[in-house]
DNA sequence: ACCTGAACACCGTTCAAGT
DNA sequence: ACCTGAACACCGTTCAAGT
């Protein structure tokens, strides 16, 4: 894999460098996206991208500090150009809205959700890549949240969000090929009576994406528990 | 898929073997657990762990088929040990006081929500350890819900949990000493005003923990809406 | 200034051998 | 039968050099 290291990048039309540019952070982060299309996003490591680019592992760390950097820096260049939905005007649907496409992102994305599935990531993202967090937040305070309340929903929204997201790619991971076990049977019916009754059909129920369904209740309660507590 | 051969066991109070016992399941899974208690759960590995015990790394291939086997067992054998809770009958205080032990659990055993936060964990565990998800299927169940209802009412909830936790516990791995990062200010008051005018106050509103409310606001919830849909 | 190889300190897992 | 060291195929990160 001695790949000879990419030439100038993109520059505009005007002069050329002398020697050869430095890697620049734009094709480190393009090199990363491939990789992860390529191979998946668990092949994804500083000395693999270094060799796709044919440079030093150690160069990398010029431009990122550790590897969770590069692993923000990537959900905050690719975030922008994500297509955004078109949000409704009414507070509730607009808040379901944002939080669905967030889910698809995380679900398409899954190196992304590990990268933020740490309280405070807000901090770490561009602000062109917060969006649906403001749009959540806003959608909370248009009907009628206060801000504690609005920081609230959405933090729920998310932990309800971001376990989905984990838990289900996490599920695909293992189990590849394997088919996933059922339950261990024959269930005690005395000690696990419901579970034992259940044990037949929990993999096809289980099976059903119950997100949307979960997030509009929630995000539904949220809102009703915000106006009740105000009167 | 070679079966863990069980291993000696603790040998009551009868004869002594000749020489010394190869090391047991138990034995092991109480050096994991001292191992983690001593130098924080990510310090646990099959390496350290076998140079806890004076034995080969590879030894401890005779007993689990790899790590997350190992860790499938330390679950289910502290698991058992555990208190239980107190349950009340009312069947939604019912899901909500089996939800928050369950809650309480992973937040004490952090490598716990990472073998777990997988789709189909309830069929790695023993019958024992199954309590909480019998306790909130039961629940479920007596309120009047249906089969498919109750186990949709237990992976939403289980998603709001295992978010929390897993969030919870890496933002205390990330930022040890370091302190948790705020908003990049000054925020663009035009394109994100929300985030911008709550910037001061996130940080506050993050900190607190907001999971039990949010339990019972989405129990509640989810529980109406099946009544609704029932009707 | 910019980039590097070599090294450090680890991983999980396999497998041909030893006792 | 039970256990092992050595090896395989990797990691992230640091740092004293090289050009």
């Known amino acids: 894999m001695s790949r000879p290291r ?3 990048g993109r520059s505009g039309g005007s002069g050329r460098t002398g020697r050869p540019p430095v890697t620049s952070r734009t094709e480190i982060l393009e090199a990363a ?7 998946g996003w668990e092949k994804l490591s500083i000395r693999r ?12 760390y010029h431009h990122f500090g550790d590897k969770e950097e590069l692993l923000i820096q990537l959900l ?17 649907e607009r808040i379901v809205v944002a939080a669905l496409a967030m889910h698809d992102m995380l679900i398409g994305w899954p190196w ?23 749009e959540i937040v806003a959608g909370a305070d248009a009907y009628g949240c206060t801000p504690e309340q609005s920081v609230q929903l959405f933090r729920s929204v998310w932990y309800y969000t971001i376990g989905e997201v984990l838990v289900r790619t996490r599920t695909a991971r293992r189990w590849e090929g394997r088919e996933r076990p059922t339950f261990r049977d024959p269930l005690d019916t005395a000690r696990i009576p419901q579970l034992a009754a259940l044990s037949g059909n929990w993999g096809a129920f289980a ?25």
Chains 1, 2 share one sequence.
């Not at 996206?33 to 191979?39: E, G, K």
């Not at 905050?76 to 509730?92: S, W, Y």
């Open 6 to 8: 990419a030439a100038t």
């Open 33 to 39: 996206r491939l990789l992860i299309d390529r191979d």
């Open 49 to 60: 991208l270094a060799a796709e680019l044919g440079i030093g592992a150690t160069t990398l």
């Open 76 to 92: 905050n260049h690719h975030i922008v150009q994500m297509e955004r939905p078109e949000l409704p005007q009414e507070p509730r």
């Open 112 to 134: 992304a959700a590990e990268a933020v599935s740490v309280d405070g990531f807000v901090a770490l993202l561009d602000e062109s890549a917060l969006w649906f967090v403001e």
């Open 207 to 231: 099976a059903v994406d119950h997100y949307p369904q979960g997030l509009r209740v929630f995000v539904d309660a949220l809102l009703a528990a915000s106006s009740a507590s105000a009167s």
